[in-house]
Nanobody, 122 residues
Framework: QVQLVESGGGLVQAGGSLRLSCAAS????????MGWFRQAPGKEREFVAG????????NYADSVKGRFTISRDNAKNTVSMQMNNLKPEDTAVYYC???????????????WGQGTQVTVSS
C-alpha cells in the first residue's frame, strides 16, 4: 500500500505559476513510476505528466509540454510538478498516482492521492 498526499494547489492568474507536490508513504517509493493527472468538471481524468522510477525519464501531455516540469526526489519520497504560464484551461483537480509501469492510462495506476484544486483565472 502507498499513501499519497498532494499539496500546492490554489488560485492563480493566467500566466502565473504553481508548484504541486505529492508526498508518499508506505512501500518503497522508488519502486513506482509516478504520474500527475487532472480532471476538470464534466470531463474525464487525463494524463498530464509521468516520471520513471529513477527520475531519468519523463513524458508529458502535448497540452503542457514546455510549460510543466515533473521531478521526483526518492530520498524524500516526493514527486513535484512545476507549472508555468498557466492557462484557464489548466483549471482542474490535480492528482498524483503511483504505478508499476509507465502509462498515460489512469487504470494503470494502483494508488492515488485525494487531489488538489488548481484554478486559473483569465
Amino acid at each position: 500500500q502507498v499513501q499519497l498526499v498532494e499539496s500546492g494547489g490554489g488560485l492563480v492568474q493566467a500566466g502565473g505559476s504553481l508548484r504541486l507536490s505529492c508526498a508518499a508513504s508506505g512501500r518503497t517509493f522508488s519502486n513506482y513510476v509516478m504520474g500527475w493527472f487532472r480532471q476538470a468538471p464534466g470531463k474525464e481524468r487525463e494524463f498530464v505528466a509521468g516520471i520513471s522510477r529513477s527520475g531519468g525519464g519523463t513524458n508529458y501531455a502535448d497540452s503542457v509540454k514546455g510549460r510543466f516540469t515533473i521531478s521526483r526526489d526518492n530520498a524524500k519520497n516526493t514527486v513535484s510538478m512545476q507549472m508555468n504560464n498557466l492557462k484557464p484551461e489548466d483549471t482542474a483537480v490535480y492528482y498524483c498516482a503511483a504505478g508499476s509501469f509507465a502509462s498515460s492510462w489512469p487504470s494503470s495506476y494502483a494508488y492515488w492521492g485525494q487531489g488538489t484544486q488548481v484554478t486559473v483565472s483569465s
